[in-house]
C-alpha cells in the first residue's frame, strides 16, 4: 500500500474511482429499462401540479422531511443538498421556490401550527384503517 501526504491510502481513491464507474453502469442500465424517465422536459411542463394555496410553504414542509430521511443521492453517490432537493422539486412540479432558505428556516421555527408530518402521520392512519376494514 502506498499512502500519500496526509496519509491517504491511494487504493481508498481507486476505490471512490471504482465506485463513480459502477453508479454510471447502474445510471446507463436504468436509462436503458426507462427511457421516459430521462427525456428532457424542453417545454417546461409540469410533470405534476400541486393543490394547495401555500405550494411553497407545503414543498419545503416536504422537502424538509426529504432532507432529514437522508435517502437522496446523485447517480454518482453524493448525497443531495437541500438546494438540489429544492431546484428537482421545482422542476417536477414546476414552481419557482424565492428565497427558499428564508422559509425553510420560517417553516423550522413554527410551533404550534400542524405540519406536513403530522398530515401525513394522520393519513398513514386512514389508510391502515381502509386496509383492515
Not at 73 to 98: D, H, M
Request: charged fraction near 35%; glycine fraction near 6%; aromatic fraction near 12%.
Amino acid at each position: 500500500m502506498e499512502w500519500g501526504k496526509k496519509g491517504a491510502c491511494r487504493l481508498c481513491f481507486i476505490g471512490r474511482g471504482l465506485q463513480v464507474v459502477e453508479d454510471e453502469w447502474q445510471l446507463f442500465h436504468e436509462r436503458m429499462d426507462n427511457p421516459a424517465r430521462f427525456l428532457k422536459n424542453e417545454g417546461k411542463e409540469a410533470l405534476v401540479f400541486w393543490q394547495t394555496k401555500n405550494v411553497s410553504t407545503k414543498v419545503i414542509e416536504l422537502l424538509i422531511g426529504f432532507e432529514a430521511l437522508g435517502e437522496f443521492y446523485s447517480p454518482t453517490g453524493k448525497l443531495l443538498e437541500f438546494r438540489e432537493l429544492v431546484t428537482i422539486a421545482e422542476q417536477v412540479w414546476g414552481i419557482q421556490i424565492k428565497n427558499f432558505r428564508q422559509l425553510k428556516s420560517r417553516v423550522l421555527k413554527r410551533y404550534k401550527e400542524k405540519t406536513v408530518l403530522d398530515q401525513m402521520e394522520r393519513l398513514i392512519e386512514k389508510l391502515r384503517e381502509q386496509e383492515y376494514k
